[in-house]
């Protein structure tokens, strides 16, 4: 199938953020040749439906991949241009000087000849009447940053009585949104409480809880060695007690690694997925490479050293360069909690993973986030992984990733307010999904 490229840009006297508050929102009417344009979201896709003047035609639209920090999002058309293969958008823009903004906007069309012709041309004139209209707007100097303010509530403190026994924080959500379920996973340094912000964000939205994994907190450790599938059956097991039908997982590091794992294994229960400080862990690693990282990390135990004993050199590593003493002085005790057997535990799992994640069976929409200062998972892996990601589910739903400022590793302790204005944006889209959509209760 003969394939044409569209490639349209403008310079503004502009900074980035300014452009992107206008042209950033994938459903508006700001270009001068739509009559309307609303949303309309299917399937956990997000649509836009919109009009043309003097044009009979519904076009319909799905955003595939979106990021606000790099201002940057792609599209895909589904209905209105008739006689066409396929037809993929992109609209990004690029700081070329301070104060000085180049948007792009390019379309990738797939059609016979001499259709292709007639559809490229008037792609063309459309794309550049849009972006000549930005020609002779206004924009600020400076753009509201509109942060979620959350006000932390308790959360109760709750057991599942099984073996091994499973320790939890929990807080209810709104009425009406009861077979939800939100659920956070920390990494090998953290627990539970590390998610106390972002459990009081989500409660708005649906029910949240925040797990110790095995052997944190209250949690056990178990009498044998943890795999991967061991927590995915822990989750289901919170999720069948709960009554959990949509269920959202949000993991950081080591739990970002089992989400994202449970989301391959596990996908027809997944309503959404959130991961920040990496996703893949060691599943795409060379034995070789598995082998040299937990020697590394395991060295300290093997010298008869508990975690408390090289805490210090772990915040120090995993802190951003804005976090404060009271921010470190959380990660720290939280790390020095961990015994010997469970930091041992975790590395063995994290290094022996069952199998090379294979993104094409990611089955809801994805949310990536990393921090600006992430030595772990730094934002360049993490946004190739989004883009591979996108490439692997070819579209099937959108994948949004994030670069949150002034963040290290751990984004949600050191930066909650940006992290919970990404998380909770997230979560507004998906607690409003149409009640038709196909996704299986949770203990099937």
Not at 181 to 203: E, R, T
Not at 245 to 273: F, K, P
Not at 387 to 405: P, T
Request: aromatic letters at 8%.
């Amino acid at each position: 199938m003969p394939v044409e490229k569209i490639d349209c840009q403008v310079d503004l006297a502009a900074s980035p953020a300014a452009v992107w508050d206008l042209v950033g929102h994938f459903v508006d009417d700001w270009h001068p040749s739509v009559a309307w344009c609303r949303p309309d979201n299917q399937d956990g896709r997000i649509l836009r439906r919109f009009a043309l003047h003097d044009d009979d035609t519904e076009y319909l639209e799905q955003l595939t991949y979106y990021s606000a920090s790099d201002f940057t999002f792609r599209y895909r058309c589904l209905q209105g241009i008739s006689g066409i293969d396929t037809y993929d958008g992109h609209c990004w823009l690029t700081e070329i000087d301070a104060g000085q903004t180049r948007v792009h906007w390019q379309a990738r069309v797939s059609a016979p000849s001499p259709r292709l012709q007639v559809v490229v041309a008037a792609s063309q004139s459309l794309l550049q009447q849009g972006l000549d209209h930005l020609v002779g707007l206004n924009f600020p100097d400076t753009v509201a940053s509109n942060l979620i303010d959350v006000e932390i509530r308790p959360a109760r403190v709750e057991q599942l009585r099984r073996t091994p026994k499973l320790s939890y924080r929990y807080l209810a959500g709104p009425s009406g949104m009861d077979d939800w379920l939100c659920l956070f996973l920390h990494g090998i340094g953290g627990k539970a409480d590390n998610w106390s912000s972002q459990v009081s964000l989500a409660a708005r939205y649906m029910p949240a809880a925040a797990m110790d994994l095995r052997g944190y907190g209250e949690s056990e450790l178990g009498t044998e060695p943890t795999r991967v599938d061991d927590y995915c059956n822990d989750i289901r097991a919170l999720c069948r007690h709960l009554g959990t039908r949509y269920l959202v997982l949000v993991g950081l590091s080591y739990g970002s690694w089992i989400s994202t794992y449970y989301a391959l294994h596990h996908g027809n229960h997944l309503a959404g997925l959130v991961v920040s400080g990496g996703c893949t862990g060691m599943s795409e690693a060379t034995p070789g490479e598995r082998d040299a990282f937990l020697q590394v990390r395991q060295q300290p135990l093997d010298e008869g050293r508990i975690p408390a004993d090289f805490a210090p050199i772990v915040v120090e590593k995993i802190s951003g360069p804005e976090a404060t003493s009271e921010q470190r002085q959380q990660l720290l005790s939280s790390m020095a909690a961990i015994s010997a057997a469970t930091y041992g535990d975790a590395l063995a799992c994290f290094c022996q993973p069952p199998d090379v994640f294979d993104f094409s069976r990611l089955a809801c929409p994805v949310l990536l986030m990393t921090g600006e200062h992430d030595r772990l998972a730094p934002p360049e892996e993490l946004r190739q992984v989004s883009h591979r990601m996108v490439h692997s589910m070819n579209g099937a739903v959108d994948v949004r990733f994030e670069v949150i400022k002034g963040a290290g590793h751990v984004v949600n302790v050191e930066q909650p307010a940006r992290f919970n204005t990404a998380l909770g944006e997230f979560l507004t889209r998906l607690s409003i999904r149409c009640a038709t959509e196909t996704v299986q209760h949770v203990t099937a």
